[in-house]
Structures are given as C-alpha cells and as structure tokens.
C-alpha cells in the first residue's frame, strides 16, 4: 500500500469539525511543522484523540515533507495526545519557531484546567523516541527550549531519559 497523496490526505478530513480541521491545516502546513517532520524518522507516529469526539483515532504521521493527521488507529504509536478544543486553540495558535511550538505544547500538557489541558503519553521507549528523532526534535528548539526543560527540572539527557519512563509507567 502507498502512501496517500496530499489530496487523499485533504479527502480524508474534510468531513471532520472545525476543531480537528484546524489541527490537521496546522500540522500539514505551518512552516514549524514541516521542519519539524523533517527531523522525524518516517516511522514516527503518534496516537490523536479529542475529547469532544469519543471514540474515535485518530493517528499523526509524515508523509514526505510533512505532519498528516489521518483518521484511524496509528500502528505502532511513539506518543499519544488527546486534546481539548481549548488546547487546539492554544496550540495552533503558536507562530513562532520550534521552541515556541514546543513550549506551548509542553505548557497545554502541565496545565492543570481540564478543558484546556492536552493529554500528553509517552507510549515508546527512549531508545525509539531517540532513534525516531524525537530528542533531535528536542535539540531543535535550542535554548529557550532547553531553559524551560531547566525550569521543570529537566538539565540532562539522563533527566529526559528517566522522565520518559516515569510518563510510560504513569501514562
């Protein structure tokens, strides 16, 4: 089986609410995301869900030079996130740089309000997040990034590591 083309991709969501609409544009199209696709390995995946759409998968892949949010169950998934309409807001709303995403994403995930908080599950192992280019992903938003990881006690690789298999324990 192929991989879809943009215009299967689009095909694919075009009967899904404003919210996921929103989502999925951002992923496909916004220059941070492209360059974010780029430092993951084709294999990365990660598990969508929304809250205010039970019972539905919804799975974030890349296909070629970008993120595709498709509906269906993503196999082998390294991350999982389930997100609010608040917390799409929150997130689609960043027009910066890697770092800036980052935060944002990080920050909707500790957010203690439950309709603007994002799930966030590390579901892989470290050694595949590493090899899938996640922690490259990581090194991409540079300082500020790197300042607040600091700032929620996380300075080290070995930190990130240990934070990692917390999440997969807890998740």
């Given at each position: ?6 215009a299967?991709?689009?095909?694919a969501?075009?009967?899904i609410d404003?919210?996921v609409d ?9 220059e941070?995301w ?13 598990r969508v869900?929304f ?7 919804w ?20 991350l ?18 890697v ?7 990080f920050?909707a995930a ?14 892989a192992?470290?050694?595949r ?13 540079g300082g ?8 929620h ?9 240990d934070?990692?298999g917390r999440?997969?324990?807890t998740?």
């Amino acid at each position: 089986m192929g991989t879809p083309s943009l215009a299967e991709d689009e095909r694919a969501i075009e009967t899904i609410d404003p919210v996921v609409d929103r989502l999925a544009t951002f992923f496909r199209e916004h220059e941070v995301w492209r360059k974010a696709a780029l430092l993951l390995d084709r294999s990365a995946c990660s598990r969508v869900t929304f809250c205010h759409r039970p019972g539905e998968e919804w799975r974030l892949v890349r296909r070629g030079d970008h993120a595709s949010l498709e509906r269906g169950v993503a196999r082998d998934p390294d991350l999982a996130f389930h997100f609010t309409p608040a917390s799409v807001e929150r997130v689609t709303g960043v027009d910066g740089d890697v770092a800036e995403f980052a935060i944002a994403l990080f920050d909707a995930a500790l957010e203690t309000n439950p309709e603007e908080k994002l799930g966030l599950e590390v579901l892989a192992p470290f050694s595949r997040l590493l090899s899938r280019g996640y922690v490259r992903l990581l090194w991409a938003g540079g300082g500020a990034l790197l300042a607040f990881g600091s700032r929620h006690g996380i300075r080290t690789i070995g930190q990130l590591r240990d934070l990692v298999g917390r999440l997969n324990r807890t998740g």
